[in-house]
């Protein structure tokens, strides 16, 4: 080992890494792990696969892009200098000429792509807060086609607690609700798809995840503009019955709630309202998954699948007892029973205590009462 580097090891995945001062979140592995997934399908379905991953911090995600996606070439950057002993000798381990290391700002390296017309199939951004410094110009160095990995640590901004800089971030007013670990995914979505159509393109989601405490969305950039009155619009919460409803830009001047308040309910957006993730991407990462014998990240993707095609929003096991005045339900047994009757439910991967469901939350109440 070089002199001075820390001689202590770090295995994730296939790799094997120092952290040192380099920043290193082992929560977060299962959104490399996805990740990782994906980019494996996309080499699949392409036959190649480069990866830009812009904030590199300790060399994790270009290594198991490399050792385990395949990829034909990663750029891995990092913006701290200091780090470069400790980043090559990291990378070491990927096969020879397959990896460039460099220490220059994100949005530099962005830019330098599109100018020599250096597209990439991924481009991983994992920074600090939100991801709105980067979003555009992220946009700049991916292939069409390609996919665009993006982040968001800012819970604050997302759940509702400082609307101001959600207005700030993601050009939209977030209100605080239950469903807002799904609200900050879907401002990151639309926001995401409203960079894209200010170049005349779209985006769709790959997959959506948050961990407990990071948001991450993959994106493919389209052609097609996707940004529409049916995915991206407003999402309103009645804090009297509970009750969640899609608001489109034609009917903002006046949102009535079913249960016949008078009190308006509580309107965040615009955001993104289409499906989080792509059925058939899902379906090839969970194969591979089971293949790799992933099994907890398969159950993760099946769930996903699961929930792909439900309303926006999802209402917590907690909020459906509160409001019933009685114990919190069993989550399987009232999934269950709304099926039965006839409604769509399913577990929301952004909170394994809730449902995910078309039913009016009045019948949610109704039907766990029942059970």
Not at 37 to 61: E, I, K, P, S
Not at 177 to 193: M, S
Not at 324 to 338: V, W
Request: aromatic share 8%.
């Amino acid at each position: 080992m070089t002199a001075g580097l820390p001689q202590d090891l770090v295995h994730e995945g296939k790799a094997t890494f120092s952290v040192g001062s380099a920043f290193y979140r082992p929560q977060s592995a299962i959104a490399r792990d996805l990740a990782v997934l994906a980019a494996t399908v996309y080499r699949q379905r392409q036959g190649q696969l480069r990866v830009l991953d812009a904030m590199t911090g300790c060399g994790v995600r270009p290594l198991r892009y490399g050792l385990e996606a395949e990829a034909d070439w990663v750029w891995a950057n990092e913006g701290n200098p200091d780090l470069a002993d400790l980043l090559s000798q990291n990378l070491a381990a990927l096969p020879p000429d397959t990896c460039r290391l460099t220490h220059q700002d994100a949005n530099q390296v962005f830019f330098t792509c599109y100018q020599q017309r250096d597209f990439y199939d991924l481009v991983d951004i994992d920074n600090f807060g939100g991801p709105a410094p980067y979003v555009s110009s992220g946009l700049w160095a991916t292939r069409l086609g390609g996919m665009l990995y993006l982040t968001s640590t800012d819970g604050r901004a997302t759940s509702g607690h400082d609307p101001e800089r959600s207005l700030r971030t993601y050009g939209a007013w977030a209100r605080s609700h239950p469903a807002v670990h799904e609200q900050g995914l879907r401002l990151i979505i639309g926001h995401a798809a409203q960079a894209a159509a200010a170049r005349g393109l779209g985006i769709e989601p790959v997959f959506s995840l948050f961990t407990g405490q990071v948001h991450r969305v993959m994106v493919r950039l389209v052609s097609k503009p996707t940004l529409t009155e049916e995915t991206y619009g407003f999402l309103a919460y009645c804090h009297r019955c509970g009750h969640f409803q899609t608001v489109d830009w034609r009917h903002l001047g006046g949102v009535p709630c079913r249960c016949g308040t008078k009190e308006t309910p509580v309107v965040s957006g615009p955001m993104w309202l289409g499906s989080l993730h792509d059925g058939a991407t899902l379906a090839a990462m969970t194969t591979l998954a089971e293949r790799w014998q992933w099994r907890s990240q398969a159950k993760l993707l099946t769930i996903m699948a699961h929930e792909r095609d439900l309303p926006p929003y999802y209402y917590p096991l907690g909020e459906i007892g509160r409001r019933g005045q009685m114990d919190i339900p069993n989550r399987d047994r009232l999934i269950a029973a709304l099926q039965a009757q006839g409604y769509r439910a399913a577990i929301p991967s952004m909170d394994r205590q809730g449902v995910k469901t078309d039913a009016p939350f009045g019948d949610c109440v109704a039907i766990a009462r029942a059970i």
